[in-house]
């Protein structure tokens, strides 16, 4: 297994501490984490990473922005959503998202899926 550096978006601190530790016992490295649209937009921008992986809705706003830039750069990505695909940010429909609360295997599967050589998953449980 290859090791992926990712991008981790997530505005709640609980959570973002438990997936950088899912992500670390997975072989993988966050390389950058973010917890608002601004922040996220910038590391997106400048980061030399594999893989994002994004929430959805960071403190009531639409990660659309950091979805935009991380796509423009032609890198995979998923959403991370609490509430299933409701959300998606127009243009992403069809991307990957993780439901949360997440499975060690789930998120496994899903990183696994996303980045090259992958199976590119709709939804992971």
């Known amino acids: 297994m290859t090791q992926a550096s990712i991008l981790l978006v997530e505005d ?8 950088v530790e899912m992500v670390e016992e997975l072989g993988h490295r966050v390389i950058a984490e973010a917890g608002s ?19 959805i809705n960071l403190q009531g706003i639409n990660v659309q922005p950091v979805a935009e830039v991380v796509r423009g750069r032609g890198l995979p990505f998923f959403f991370l959503s609490g509430y299933g695909s409701a959300g998606l940010p127009d243009g992403f429909e069809k991307m990957p998202v993780l439901v949360k609360p997440c499975t060690p295997d789930a998120l496994k599967h899903t990183i696994d899926a996303v980045l090259p050589n992958g199976d590119n998953p709709r939804r992971v449980a």
């Open 37 to 55: 649209v601004d922040e996220a937009r910038a590391l997106a921008q400048l980061e030399g990473y594999d893989l994002a992986i994004l929430d």
């Open 12 to 19: 709640e601190a609980l959570i973002r501490m438990m997936l």
